[in-house]
C-alpha cells in the first residue's frame, strides 16, 4: 500500500509542482526514492523531528503547497499533536498526514508503534477528514483525489505498510471520498469495515456466503466525514450487520454505527468486534495481536453463528 | 539568494516617531480590554516596525510571521496605520462583534499564520521558506520569510527542530527576530533558567548566522539585518525590556495580562516618548 501511494504521488508530481514530501526519517524505498532523486527540493527529511515535519507541511501549505507528511502512525499523529491540531486543523490547511501502519501492523515492536486509538484521535480535531484505505487500488483513489481536489483541510491518511492484497474490484462501488461503497452486494447479511482488516472481514462474508447466506461487504474508506446516510441504509436493507474494526472501542466505525442505529431505530442485528480498550503486551505476527484483542474470523464467525 | 532589503529609505526618525504612536494606539485599546499583552507587544514594537517598513519589499512578496502570538498587538497596530486593517477592526479587539482576538488567526486581513501557542511558528516559517524559494525556482528573488519570536518560544523543542531543519536546508530567505527581553511568566529567564544563554552561539552551532543588538533601536535592527554576510538563515537577537516604554511597566511580569487602569493610563500617556537608540 505504502509503495503504491509512492508510485502514484511521483508520478502526479511529474506535473503538479505543488506536490511536497515532507518525512521523517523514513527509508526511501522504492518509489519514494525515485521522488527523492527526481524533486530533491520537494522531499524534504526532517529526521527524527515530527513537530518540525508538520509545522514545515503547515508552511509549505500557507504559500499554496500540497504536502504529504510521512511516517510511521504513531509519529505522524501523536508526538505532533498540537501541531497538527493547531497547524493544520485551525488553518483548515490541505495537508495529508500519511500515518503508516494504523492498527496493530507492527505488531512485534509493541505499544509504542501501534495506532490502535488514531481514528477517534484525528477524528475529535474539526476540520480534519480521514481516510483509511482497505487495499493498494483505494489507496490509489485515494491519492488522486487528495492531489486533485480544489481546496478543503487536512487530511489523516491511515495506512497500512506492505504486501496487502487487493480487495477490491470491477464489480465494486466506484471510489467516492465520503461515500461508503459495496464490494459485493447480498440481502440478508451485511459486513462493514475498512482499512488492512477489511480481509478479515471478507474472510468472514466468504464463510457466512458458504452456510448459505446472502451477504454483502461494504468498506468505509472515509471515516471522517463518515456517510451516514449510507450506514443508515446499509442498516436498513439486511437482517443481521457485522462490523469488523481494528481500532480501539471508542470513537471509531463500530460506536458511530450504533449511533446510527440508533437513531434511525434499525431493527437488524448489529454485531461490532473492535480491539480491546487495552494495551496488549503479545508480539507475534498482526494476526496474532489481532487475536490477543480478540479479533479473529473464527470468533467472529462463532459469535455471529449464535 | 539572500533576504536583502528591497530599499535603503529606512528612516530611524520616522521608525521611533511611528512607534510610540502604536504603544498610544495600544494603550487607547487597553481601556476597553481586560487581556491586552501589552507588555508583550511593547517589547517587540520595534523590531515588528522595522520589519514592516524597513525590511520587508514594498511589492509584498516577503512575508510576516508573529511566531510570539500574544505580541499581535504591535501587529495589528502596523496593519492600521498600513491600512491593511480598519480602525473598526481593532476598535472591536476580543469584541464578539469582531473578528481580532488576542492572538492572529490566519484568514485575517494581513495575518499570515495562527499562532498563541508558543514553538509553532519557526517550523510553519521554515515550510514557507521553502515553499517560496521552490517557487522562485531557486533564484535570489525569493520571497523572505521574517518571523518574530519571544525568548520564551525559543526553549521550546519544536523551535530548534525548526532550526536545525532551516540551516540544513541552507534558507537564506529566511530571518528569525528573537525579542530577547529575559523574562516568562515566573520572572528572568537569565535566573530562572541561566543555561539558556548565552543564546547566539548556541544558534550559530545550528548552521545560523546572527547578530546581537539592542532591539528599540530600530536602525541598528535593520542595518544588522541588511549588513548580514549571508549564505545561511538569519537570526537578529534583539536586547527588549518587556513593557518598554511605559516605567511601572518595565520588566513587572504581571504586565503580560493587565491592561491599565485609567489612573495608570493617564501616567502612561504622559510619560511615552519616543524611544532615543
Not at chain 1, 463500530?254 to 440508533?262: D, L, N
Not at chain 2, 521611533?16 to 504612536?21: A, I, V
Request: with cysteine; glycine share 10%.
Amino acid at each position: 500500500m505504502r509503495n503504491t501511494f509512492a508510485e502514484v504521488l511521483y508520478e502526479l508530481a511529474k506535473d503538479d509542482p505543488r506536490i511536497h514530501i515532507v518525512v521523517a526519517d523514513i527509508s526511501p524505498a522504492g518509489s519514494m526514492g525515485k521522488f527523492r532523486e527526481e524533486f530533491p527540493e520537494r522531499f524534504i527529511n526532517v529526521g527524527v523531528a515530527e513537530q518540525a515535519m508538520i509545522g514545515i507541511c503547515a508552511g509549505l501549505a500557507l504559500k499554496g503547497m500540497r504536502p504529504f507528511a510521512y511516517t510511521i502512525a504513531t509519529f505522524a499523529l501523536y508526538r505532533p499533536f498540537e501541531m497538527v491540531r493547531d497547524d493544520l486543523g485551525y488553518q483548515n490547511l490541505p495537508v495529508t498526514v500519511v500515518g503508516i501502519g494504523g492498527g496493530v501492523i507492527y505488531s512485534t515492536l509493541g505499544g509504542t508503534h501501534y495506532a490502535q486509538e488514531d481514528i477517534a484521535v484525528a477524528g475529535a480535531i474539526p476540520n480534519m477528514s480521514i481516510i483509511a484505505p482497505c487495499d493498494p487500488v483505494e489507496a490509489t483513489e485515494a491519492t488522486r483525489w487528495l492531489v486533485a481536489r480544489e481546496g478543503g483541510g487536512p487530511v489523516y491518511f491511515r495506512f497500512g505498510k506492505a504486501g496487502e492484497p487487493t480487495l477490491t474490484g470491477p464489480d465494486s462501488d466506484r471510489w467516492e471520498f465520503g461515500k461508503l461503497r459495496y464490494l459485493r452486494r447480498g440481502e440478508d447479511v451485511a459486513v462493514l469495515s475498512y482499512g488492512v482488516i477489511t480481509k478479515m472481514a471478507a474472510e468472514v462474508a466468504d464463510a457466512l456466503t458458504a452456510d448459505g447466506n446472502s451477504v454483502s461487504l461494504a468498506v468505509c474508506h472515509t471515516l471522517k466525514p463518515l456517510d451516514t446516510a449510507g450506514i443508515a441504509d446499509l442498516l436498513r436493507r439486511h437482517k443481521r450487520v457485522i462490523v469488523v474494526e481494528e481500532h480501539a472501542p471508542q470513537g471509531g466505525l463500530a460506536p458511530q454505527t450504533k449511533q446510527i442505529a440508533w437513531d434511525i431505530r434499525a431493527e437488524c442485528d448489529l454485531h461490532t468486534f473492535t480491539l480491546k480498550d487495552e494495551f496488549v503486551h503479545c508480539y507475534g505476527s498482526h494476526e496474532d495481536i489481532l487475536a490477543a484483542h480478540g479479533l479473529s474470523v473464527e470468533r467472529i464467525l462463532a459469535t455471529v453463528r449464535g | 539568494m539572500t533576504a536583502t532589503p528591497g530599499h535603503n529609505s529606512f528612516d530611524p526618525a520616522a521608525s521611533r516617531k511611528r512607534c510610540m504612536q502604536y504603544r498610544r494606539r495600544i494603550l487607547d485599546i487597553s481601556q476597553h480590554v481586560s487581556a491586552l499583552h501589552a507588555a508583550g507587544a511593547f517589547s517587540c514594537m520595534e523590531l515588528t516596525d522595522t520589519c514592516y517598513h524597513g525590511l520587508m519589499r514594498p511589492d509584498g512578496q516577503d512575508t510576516f510571521l508573529m511566531s510570539k502570538g500574544h505580541g499581535c498587538m504591535a501587529q495589528y497596530v502596523i496593519l492600521e496605520d498600513r491600512g491593511v486593517l480598519d480602525r473598526k477592526h481593532l476598535d472591536d479587539y476580543c469584541t464578539a462583534h469582531g473578528i481580532l482576538g488576542a492572538h492572529p488567526d490566519y484568514g485575517n486581513p494581513g495575518i499570515e499564520a495562527s499562532t498563541g501557542s508558543l514553538g509553532h511558528g519557526m517550523a510553519m516559517a521554515v515550510g514557507m521558506a521553502i515553499a517560496e524559494r521552490n517557487k522562485a525556482g531557486g533564484s535570489a528573488d525569493a520571497g523572505a520569510i521574517y518571523c518574530v519570536l519571544s525568548d520564551g518560544e525559543v526553549q521550546e523543542g519544536s523551535t530548534w527542530e525548526a532550526f536545525m531543519m532551516a540551516s540544513t536546508l541552507g534558507l537564506t530567505n529566511l530571518v528569525a527576530l528573537i525579542d530577547n527581553n529575559d523574562f516568562q511568566s515566573l520572572g528572568r529567564t537569565s535566573e530562572t533558567h541561566p543555561s539558556f544563554y548565552p543564546l547566539d552561539e548556541k544558534l550559530e552551532a545550528f548552521g545560523w548566522e546572527t547578530a546581537i543588538v539592542n532591539g528599540h533601536d530600530a536602525k541598528a535592527v535593520y542595518d544588522a539585518v541588511a549588513a548580514r554576510k549571508g549564505g545561511k538563515p538569519f537570526c537578529l537577537i534583539g536586547r527588549t525590556t518587556k513593557g518598554k516604554g511605559v516605567s511601572y511597566m518595565e520588566n513587572v511580569p504581571i504586565w503580560h495580562y493587565r491592561s491599565p487602569n485609567p489612573e495608570e493610563y493617564a501616567q502612561a500617556l504622559a510619560e511615552l516618548k519616543e524611544i532615543a537608540s
